[in-house]
T-cell receptor
Framework: DTGVSQDPRHKITKRGQNVTFRCDPI?????LYWYRQTLGQGPEFLTY????????KSRLLSDRFSAERPKGSFSTLEIQRTEQGDSAMYLC?????????????FGPGTRLLVL | GEDVEQSLFLSVREGDSSVINCTYT??????LYWYKQEPGAGLQLLTY?????DMKQDQRLTVLLNKKDKHLSLRIADTQTGDSAIYFC???????????FGSGTRLLVRP
């Protein structure tokens, strides 16, 4: 069990550019979540997958954001035409429902800075 | 509604106990969690409590749940400088399959 990994750990981009982040969940976990965390706040839910199906998207996820999990393993989060307000830490978490309990394990995050 | 609230800051002396408080709004939450976040890092799961329990102890950590008042607390015994971090309380929303986080309590442990 190597834990949840995210790549890259840091990304600096210019406004208007597209960026893509990757998340590799814990191998036996079938649920994968994306969160956004801004300074001084807790993580805010963006979207989640059960296997390859994207089951819910937050209102925070504008049409510039798209997430995929094509084979039910790793996931990507793409932000098109980035804006300065997109600067944040993007966290991925994975979980496996067991005995009715959902425990999410988080990756180290990708910190995005949009100039 | 979905809202989890925490006090922003707590300062304690090394060796003392720390108590971090949290209130939540959804009475149907089945699980409540405490996570720890160190600077520049992701969230580390510390402990959780099922809603039909009122206390859970795990080494130096004690979680107390008052379901009537929707109040959750995390007590850290013999607080160490390595415990300095931001602590997040989160409630699990069965209805929508997501965690709702508070804004975090920054714990500073003074030597």
């Amino acid at each position: 069990d190597t834990g949840v990994s995210q790549d890259p750990r840091h990304k600096i981009t210019k406004r208007g550019q597209n960026v893509t982040f990757r998340c590799d969940p814990i191998s036996e976990h079938n649920r994968l979540y994306w969160y956004r965390q801004t300074l001084g706040q807790g993580p805010e839910f963006l979207t989640y997958f059960q296997n390859e199906a994207q089951l819910e998207k937050s209102r925070l996820l504008s049409d510039r954001f798209s997430a995929e999990r094509p084979k039910g393993s790793f996931s990507t989060l793409e932000i098109q035409r980035t804006e300065q307000g997109d600067s944040a830490m993007y966290l991925c978490a994975s979980s496996r429902l067991s005995s009715g309990k959902e425990t999410q394990y988080f990756g180290p995050g990708t910190r995005l800075l949009v100039l | 509604g979905e809202d989890v609230e925490q006090s922003l800051f707590l300062s304690v002396r090394e060796g003392d106990s720390s108590v971090i408080n949290c209130t939540y709004t959804d009475s149907s939450s089945t699980y409540l969690y405490w996570y720890k976040q160190e600077p520049g890092a992701g969230l580390q799961l510390l402990t959780y409590i099922f809603s039909n329990m009122d206390m859970k102890q795990d080494q130096r950590l004690t979680v107390l749940l008052n379901k009537k008042d929707k109040h959750l607390s995390l007590r850290i015994a013999d607080t160490q400088t390595g415990d300095s971090a931001i602590y997040f309380c989160a409630e699990w929303m069965d209805s929508s399959y997501k965690l709702i986080f508070g804004s975090g309590t920054r714990l500073l442990v003074r030597p």
